[in-house]
């Protein structure tokens, strides 16, 4: 493959591409690439070595950009993630650094590690994709991409993420282990880019995205959506239901779904496979029944809920 490649083919390259090096796990690719679509940031919960890290540097070389890897710890300040003004000792000026945050794929690596004042650097990064710095606003790259990692709660020296925090995510999955032939492939080095690979960028991506914001969505489907919402509401089941954040971002979410599958319009099965990944961690369980108590609830709203035909 020579040259950047058509835009009719670009999405199939770029999956491919990610799909190369990320083995055996075309869902999470899928919903990587659905945030990339979207413009959406990525929550991967999960124990450690189960490759996180290389699907935030795959999708960094894939999307032709820079990648930065933070590690969240209990000490960390919110300066190390947006970077601050230092003073030039050959000069006398005071000159921004930038930070980590500065880039196009952010891994925020075991985000739960650290304090919710550290973890607010990032909220206006990743709902505006610009940071304040000593009264001035910095716009960051396009693309941007937080993909962040949360320990299960049961480690210790965890936090649970803020609800403000936690709502900034479009999607929440998990990788899980590999299976056997996966691993085997990864243990051989297969997975691996080639030199005659070409990222996919500039106007390839923007037309993606363009492509991706014009999918169809019928009204019958954005009342299916309205009424999954509301419903999240008033079940005795949870606390606290989902926002309209939540339901835009359900939205946005299926337009990607669609457009990966190469139609250009949603349908309920859309919906119905994105609802948990990109609800569940918006909603807050009435009764501690384990992590998966908000998923169990957007499943059960699921079951009840007749999709328009």
């Not at 962040?148 to 210790?156: K, L, V």
Request: charged share 25%; hydrophobic share 45%; with cysteine.
């Amino acid at each position: 493959m020579t040259g950047a490649p058509a835009e009719a083919d670009a999405l199939g390259a770029l999956r491919a591409l990610v799909e190369r090096r990320v083995v055996g796990k075309p869902e999470v690719v899928e919903l990587a690439l659905v945030c990339v679509l979207a413009g959406g940031h990525l929550l991967l919960e999960d124990v450690p070595g189960v490759g996180k890290t290389t699907l935030g540097l795959t999708l960094a070389r894939a999307l032709g950009g820079t990648f930065k890897r933070i590690q969240f710890t209990s000490d960390l300040l919110p300066s190390d993630i947006l970077g601050a003004t230092v003073l030039d000792p050959r000069t006398g000026a005071f000159t921004f650094r930038a930070g980590p945050i500065f880039a196009n794929v952010v891994l925020a690596d075991e985000i739960n590690r650290t304090t919710p004042r550290t973890q607010s650097a990032l909220l206006e990064a990743m709902n505006e994709a610009q940071v304040s710095v000593d009264g001035e606003t910095l716009t960051l790259p396009d693309p941007f991409l937080v993909i962040a990692t949360q320990n299960p709660h049961e480690y210790q020296g965890t936090w649970p993420l803020p609800d403000s925090q936690l709502d900034r995510f479009l999607v929440r999955t998990s990788m899980g282990y590999p299976s056997r032939d996966a691993e085997r492939a990864i243990l051989r080095g297969d997975a691996r880019f080639y030199e005659d690979d070409r990222p996919i960028t500039g106007p390839a991506l923007a037309a993606l995205r363009r492509e991706t914001a014009a999918v169809r969505v019928h009204a019958e489907l954005e009342d299916y959506v309205l009424d999954l919402v509301a419903a999240t509401r008033t079940t005795p089941a949870l606390a606290r239901g989902v926002s309209t954040r939540g339901a835009e971002a359900l939205l946005r979410a299926a337009r990607a779904y669609a457009r990966l599958r190469g139609r250009a319009w949603v349908v309920p099965e859309d919906i119905r496979a994105l609802a948990v990944p990109v609800l569940a961690h918006r909603v807050l369980a009435r009764t501690e029944t384990g992590e998966d108590a908000g998923a169990a609830a957007i499943r059960g709203l699921l079951a009840g809920l007749a999709p328009p035909v």
